[in-house]
């Protein structure tokens, strides 16, 4: 079952430019997206969301897009800081259903000074 | 801020013994959730909980796993048999309403000897 996929297991992004993290989906159904970063030994952090009547939703370093048409979102995070090295997941839900999230399988973001 | 807590944050147990791990979910909340990350895997649904019954289970929630709410502020998720494939970083988390406010808790590691 693959219907959320980040394909990218890993990134390395030097301190202060942008961070570009990737998610496919294929459930047509999925209505809303979140991402989430999660450190070790924690469990996963809201960072940021966005419904599927959007294209962009911003929150200060952090925005994510959404291409309904293509099945793709994405979460910018500009300028990278090395706090934000962690496991990013994007995660997706239908509205209607029982609100579970269904997670990619996480795209790891180390940021080099 | 509020918070998710999961006791024990380990637990080792033998093959075939039951296992009792407990979520105290935020106090308003109103839908509780198990989701579990076997290592290197990404992050499961297990079940959802309202209203004091099961909303939605996935296929890994089979009859060896049940979800209790015994006292109005606890959330336990019981294994009767363990299998050494029960190992896993297990995760509850909590909402209100919004899946923005979806919290999950710091998860409890079960390995399964």
């Known amino acids: 079952d693959q219907q959320v996929k980040q394909n990218s297991p890993s990134l390395s992004v030097q301190e202060g430019r942008i961070s570009i993290l990737n998610c496919d989906y294929t459930?047509?159904?999925?209505?809303?997206f979140l991402w989430y970063k999660k450190y070790p030994a924690e469990g996963p952090t809201f960072l940021i969301s966005?419904?599927?009547?959007?294209d962009k939703n911003e929150d200060g370093r952090f925005t994510v897009f959404l291409n309904k048409s293509a099945k793709h979102l994405s979460l910018h995070i500009v300028p990278s800081q090395p706090g934000d090295s962690a496991v990013y997941f994007c995660?997706?839900?239908?509205?209607?259903?029982?609100?579970?999230?269904?997670f990619g399988q996480g795209t790891r973001l180390t940021i080099n000074p | 801020e509020p918070e998710v807590t999961q006791t024990p944050s380990h637990q080792v147990t033998q093959m075939g013994q039951e296992v009792i791990l407990r979520c105290v979910p935020i106090?308003?909340?109103?839908?509780f959730y198990w989701y579990r990350q076997i290592l290197g895997q990404k992050v499961e649904f297990l079940v959802s909980?309202?209203?004091?019954?099961?909303?939605?289970k996935s296929e890994i929630f089979d009859d060896q796993f049940s979800v209790e709410r015994p006292d109005g502020s606890n959330f336990t998720l019981k294994i009767r048999s363990t299998k050494l494939e029960d190992s896993a970083m297990y995760f509850c988390?909590?909402?209100?309403?919004?899946?923005?406010?979806?919290?999950f808790g710091s998860g409890t590691r079960l390995t399964v000897v």
């Open positions: 106090s308003n909340h109103l839908y």
């Open positions: 995660a997706a839900n239908i509205i209607q259903g029982a609100q579970k999230l269904v």
């Open positions: 988390a909590s909402m209100s309403r919004g899946l923005d406010g979806y919290t």
């Open positions: 909980f309202y209203n004091n019954e099961i909303s939605e």
């Open positions: 459930n047509s159904m999925f209505d809303y």
């Open positions: 966005i419904s599927s009547i959007k």
